[in-house]
């Protein structure tokens, strides 16, 4: 979209919830990272006030207890995160080819096995 960048709000709980949980913000461009980290000290208390809401029906987390930290969010733009995540790597390709090499050889040990069984 012309004239915004879309960001990510990525958060890390400290030992709370196992899984970082990320919120995409579409902002315009004049708003940079900078911006968004001065806001944190209002956008965060409203967040507190709502993840108890959220997770109220998540039985192994203690919903009531549930505070972010300013420090425990951060502002990331996608395109830039995603283009570093996303690299292809000499593990990606040894992955790639040890699920191939394990599927033709399920293959061919299948026909082999149904032409000597028949």
Known sequence: M???DYLLAITSFSKQIYNPMSVGLCIPNVCKE?????FK????PAVNDQLSFIFSQVKSINSSSLQLKNSEVRFVYSKQYNQSTTQFTFSSFMFIFVVCALLITVLI???LNHMYIN
């Open 2 to 4: 012309p004239g915004f």
């Open 34 to 38: 900078s911006d968004l980290n001065s």
């Open 41 to 44: 000290p209002y956008v965060i």
């Open 109 to 111: 040990s299948s026909i």
